[in-house]
């Protein structure tokens, strides 16, 4: 099961950290995944990380414009922005990579919306 | 990496059954049979239905089935239920543990 952090409200220029914590399975051992959406759009690959070493991939669309970070002591995975745009309102998702580092993901949070003001 | 693209909206019957088109290019669908498929119904989690194009986690009604061709492909529907009523996301991977979604469709059970 993934929990995510709840609504945020911000202001532009701020910064903002949303978590998603793993429980019931080893939480070091799968990829943990971020997806952005828009309302009324479909949902973009952000990029994912790998508890166990930290090993990130990102998206180019999302490079240099957030952080993907982990804890595994804890269990949680971080989205992180330094410095909030308008454009990044939204709706943001954990997604956990199936096993043996399957292309699917196979079980998702259950969302947190970021609403940013200008 | 661009959207994939799906139809806005589809509508059908109790009992009908339905297709719902992904169309990508030759940098992921058809290149990778890693295509996965998510129903969403709004304010809950999305729900993997379908992956690597045609198989079904457990617990997935056998009415939802996969295919595809070339740069295509569908998630098929049969039987519609109510319950189908949400919006159904098309994925596929890119390579190098990249992805890349769909716009998505909306399902209309009448």
């Known amino acids: 099961q993934l929990v995510q952090s709840g609504a945020e409200v911000k202001k532009a220029g701020e910064s903002l950290n949303i978590s998603c914590k793993g429980s019931?399975?080893?939480?070091?051992?799968?990829?943990i995944a971020w997806v952005r959406q828009k309302p009324g759009k479909g949902p973009e690959w952000m990029g994912l990380?790998?508890?166990?070493?930290?090993?990130?991939r990102y998206s180019p669309s999302f490079q240099g414009q957030v952080t993907i970070s982990a804890d595994k002591s804890i269990n949680t995975a971080y989205l992180e922005w330094s410095s909030l745009k308008a454009s990044d309102s939204a709706t943001y998702y954990c997604a956990r990579r199936s096993y043996g580092d399957r292309n699917w993901f196979d079980s998702w949070g259950q969302g947190t919306l970021v609403t940013v003001s200008s | 990496q661009s959207a994939l693209t799906q139809p806005r909206s589809v509508s059908g019957s109790p009992g009908q059954s339905l297709t719902i088109s992904c169309a990508g290019t030759?940098?992921?669908?058809?290149?990778?049979?890693?295509v996965s498929w998510y129903q969403h119904h709004p304010g809950k989690a999305p729900k993997v239905i379908l992956y690597?194009?045609?198989k079904r986690p457990s617990g997935v009604p056998d009415r939802f089935s996969g295919s595809k061709s070339g740069n295509t492909a569908s998630l098929t529907i049969s039987g519609l239920q109510a319950e189908d009523e949400a919006d159904y996301y098309c994925c596929s991977s890119a390579g190098s543990s990249t992805w890349v979604f769909g716009g998505g469709t909306k399902l209309t059970v009448l």
């Open positions: 030759s940098s992921d669908v058809s290149n990778y049979n890693f």
């Open positions: 690597d194009v045609n």
């Open positions: 019931g399975y080893s939480f070091r051992s799968y990829w």
């Open positions: 990380i790998y508890p166990d070493d930290a090993d990130t």
